[in-house]
């Protein structure tokens, strides 16, 4: 029985999947709620993707309001009408679809404002074109062939199809109320230009040709992430892998390629080999899965393309800027990462792989001139005697630790060039070019019979972080670099139990709890000469100091189940996919540092700095450790 009612001035539909809120006066859609997952109501009935204010509209609307007489509410339908006969009606159609029809509508038929401060979208089509806009706010414009799927971090995916003839076009917008002003305690560097960005959004504007009648229909997908292929994979334990595993893969709108976030590019990525692992578990046949792995291949053509060096380093400091060696400000561990991501890519593209192979072998050649000394372990090109040194070629972050003076012999930089080294010798004998695997096989050899006794610090029982030019052990009990010596296999399994226990000790000594938060860095403070000199993010238990992040759980609990600490690392594992599955954390753009979850303290407060997609590599920890998988991230055991 259909029943009209008079007028109200919000009319709202929920579900499991999905919540939404329309003003009645105006057809405007106020509220947005996304949980592709149905097992939150707080999350999706609460927080919506939609700007505030802003939210989504019929632009005919905005001339001519739709008439109250004209307003219809049925149990699933809601249909609004003006005086010049323009009609717009909104169905839902099940828990997770509902649409919007247009009638006697010219040209625009629906604009929609989302929010990137709360869930910064990225949007995943199969083609786009793009181009820098002149308006003064607007940063680009891209159009998007339909379907396209949105996805918001912590909340899910939408995937929007339209009628024949309609297209969809965005455009990033800042906020003119905070342009050009200085946010955040001490914010400073790259992320000043993003300032206006922060209070920003995301506007897609839909049009038709056919105005007498056109369509827009909307799907809350279920999750989307690598089967679960294990006993006790369905079991809610592993929700937080479910709902976090498309994080990681944030669309950079510039470039269209993967960075931190949305707008810090991936051209030379310090972390490219973090995603590169994570998508080699992403098989089937998801059409997304698909997207996400061609996008990432032309990204690590476009780093050597654009990022790489005449020596071979890889460094997006040389993007827009001369081949030469001048001075720099980029990562140096992103030279290993691009070598192991171009092998990673092998795994499902052996085609583009080997495009890839010529650039791969450069930066490894560079690699291999850093051996200095000769004993098969690398030399970074700055001292590590202090933060702040002199560097042959120019003042430089050392590595994904960049509070911290890594230097000279670095053990994170080289547990990742023995990587990069042993998956190009693997690939090249597999390619039968067994002539050029053979230099790469001779200098692991070399590192292999040299690491542990370069790094070891038998006063702490575990691997030191780094050995100054001056010869000076530099070790704070960093976790990783126990981890990744272990996941590499340069630790054998019986010495790497026993230095696991140690940090697992440590911990409980300085009070980490059951580590729902993620896994710290490093167990003692580092001193200052080691660290930056600014309070808010190298005071100890803040940030990289001390503070824990999921990124650094990747290597920890696999190297945990390597040695056969399996229940432990269950336990802690599930303790963070908990809180990754019942809390957020995704914080979003937002101005300042210190305020994003990415890093917390050992309570739980935030110490980040503006959201990293590295933050969810440790969910890899579930197929590596967990399901023990095959993955050349984690190494055949090396005996001494």
């Not at 407060?605 to 890899?620: E, I, R, S, T």
Request: aromatic content about 14%; proline content about 4%; hydrophobic content about 35%.
């Amino acid at each position: 029985m259909q029943s009209k009612h008079t007028h109200p001035v919000y009319s709202s539909f929920s579900s499991d999947y999905t919540s939404l809120t329309f003003d009645s006066e105006t057809g405007r859609l106020l509220f947005f709620g996304v949980e592709s997952g149905g097992r939150d109501w707080d999350r999706h009935g609460t927080y919506s993707v939609l700007m505030p204010s802003y939210g989504a509209i019929c632009p005919t609307f905005e001339k001519a309001p739709p008439l109250k007489e004209k307003t219809v509410r049925l149990d699933n339908t809601l249909v609004f009408e003006n005086a010049a006969g323009a009609k717009q009606t909104f169905t839902m159609e099940d828990d997770r679809h509902f649409s919007f029809g247009f009638e006697n509508v010219p040209n625009t038929i629906m604009k929609i404002c989302f929010s990137i401060r709360r869930a910064p979208l990225t949007i995943w089509s199969e083609e786009h074109s793009k181009k820098h806009s002149n308006r003064k706010n607007c940063l680009f414009r891209t159009r998007y062939s339909l379907p396209l799927i949105i996805h918001f971090p912590d909340f899910g995916l939408v995937r929007i199809s339209a009628d024949e003839g309609v297209t969809c076009e965005e455009k990033l917008f800042t906020s003119l109320e905070y342009n050009g002003l200085d946010l955040g305690a001490e914010n400073y560097g790259y992320h000043n230009k993003m300032h206006a960005l922060h209070f920003g959004y995301s506007e897609l504007t839909f049009r038709t040709a056919n105005t007498s009648a056109s369509g827009i229909r909307f799907e809350i997908m279920e999750e989307i992430y690598p089967k679960l292929d294990f006993d006790g994979g369905c079991d809610a334990a592993w929700n937080g892998v479910r709902r976090q595993w498309m994080n990681a893969f944030a669309l950079n709108r510039e470039y269209f390629d993967m960075g931190d976030n949305i707008m810090l590019h991936g051209r030379g990525h310090l972390a490219v080999h973090m995603k590169s692992d994570m998508l080699q578990v992403m098989g089937g046949d998801e059409p997304l899965f698909k997207l996400v792995r061609d996008t990432f291949k032309q990204q690590i053509l476009d780093g050597f393309l654009y990022a790489q060096a005449e020596d071979g380093e890889v460094n997006f400091s040389y993007i827009n800027r001369p081949k030469g060696r001048e001075p720099m400000c980029g990562f140096i561990d992103s030279t290993p990462g691009s070598v192991i991501a171009a092998c990673g890519i092998a795994h499902w593209d052996r085609g583009f792989a080997e495009k890839l192979l010529p650039y791969a072998q450069k930066a490894a050649d560079f690699i291999l001139t850093l051996d200095r000394d000769g004993d098969g372990i690398f030399e970074v090109p700055f001292s590590g005697n202090f933060l702040e040194d002199t560097v042959e070629y120019g003042v430089r972050q050392r590595n994904w630790w960049d509070n911290f003076a890594f230097g000279h012999k670095d053990i994170y930089f080289n547990c990742l060039c023995h990587r990069a080294l042993r998956e190009l010798r693997d690939l090249l004998t597999e390619s039968g070019r067994q002539i050029e695997a053979a230099k790469y096989a001779s200098q692991i050899a070399l590192f292999d019979a040299h690491f542990y006794d370069t790094f070891y610090n038998l006063e702490t029982g575990v691997m030191a972080g780094w050995i100054s030019a001056d010869g000076r052990m530099h070790d704070y009990m960093f976790t990783f670099a126990v981890s990744m010596g272990i996941d590499e296999g340069l630790i054998p399994l019986d010495k790497g139990r026993k230095m696991m226990s140690i940090l697992l000790a440590k911990m409980r000594d300085e009070g980490y709890g059951d580590l729902r938060y993620g896994i710290p860095g490093n167990l003692i403070s580092v001193a200052d000469p080691d660290t930056i000199h600014w309070s808010c993010m190298s005071d100890w238990g803040r940030y990289e100091n001390g503070g824990l992040c999921g990124m650094n759980g990747f290597h920890f609990l696999t190297a945990m189940y390597r040695v056969g600490m399996r229940e432990e690392a269950d336990r802690i594992l599930k303790a963070i996919l908990n809180t990754y599955e019942t809390e957020f954390t995704h914080s979003g753009l937002m101005p300042g540092y210190v305020q994003s979850v990415d890093w917390r303290t050992k309570e739980g407060n935030p110490c980040g700095y503006n959201y990293l997609a590295d933050n969810y590599y440790f969910l890899l920890a579930v197929y590596t450790g967990h399901a023990g998988i095959r993955h050349p991230a984690v190494a055949v055991e090396r005996p001494l």
